[in-house]
């Protein structure tokens, strides 16, 4: 019963630790401001049909391709693909400038 309780707890402190949490708790009911002083201007703004608006930011990484080690020795080298990693960043403003809401999303080009 004990191990099912560690590994319950490990499981919780893991997903409290991602991006999208951090970001919830620095943002979410901080001021506009605060997001402007990180993330700079946005790359675009939305005005949403309930008066609100959507900041959208993109975060363009290129990853070069390296080369993956097995453990085994040989003499054909195996390389993974380079990509461009793109992070979205979504932060729903209401009127006064207060963050309602924030996202996240990590995908590959």
């Known amino acids: ?22 970001i919830e708790h620095k943002y979410n009911g901080n001021g506009r401001d605060l997001l402007l002083s990180d993330f700079g201007e946005p790359r675009k703004i ?14 363009e990484t290129f990853v070069r391709e390296a080369e993956i080690g097995t453990g085994r020795f040989t003499l054909d080298k195996r390389v993974s693909p380079s990509f461009i990693k793109e992070e979205i960043y979504r932060f729903v403003v209401d009127s006064d400038g207060i ?11």
Request: hydrophobic share 45%.
């Open 1 to 22: 019963m004990v191990k099912y309780i560690s590994i319950f707890l490990v499981m919780i402190a893991l997903a409290s630790c991602s991006v999208q949490k951090k």
């Open 46 to 59: 939305i005005d949403l049909e309930d008066g609100n608006q959507l900041f959208l930011y993109v975060k």
């Open 99 to 109: 963050i309602l809401l924030s996202e996240y999303e990590k995908r590959q080009k």
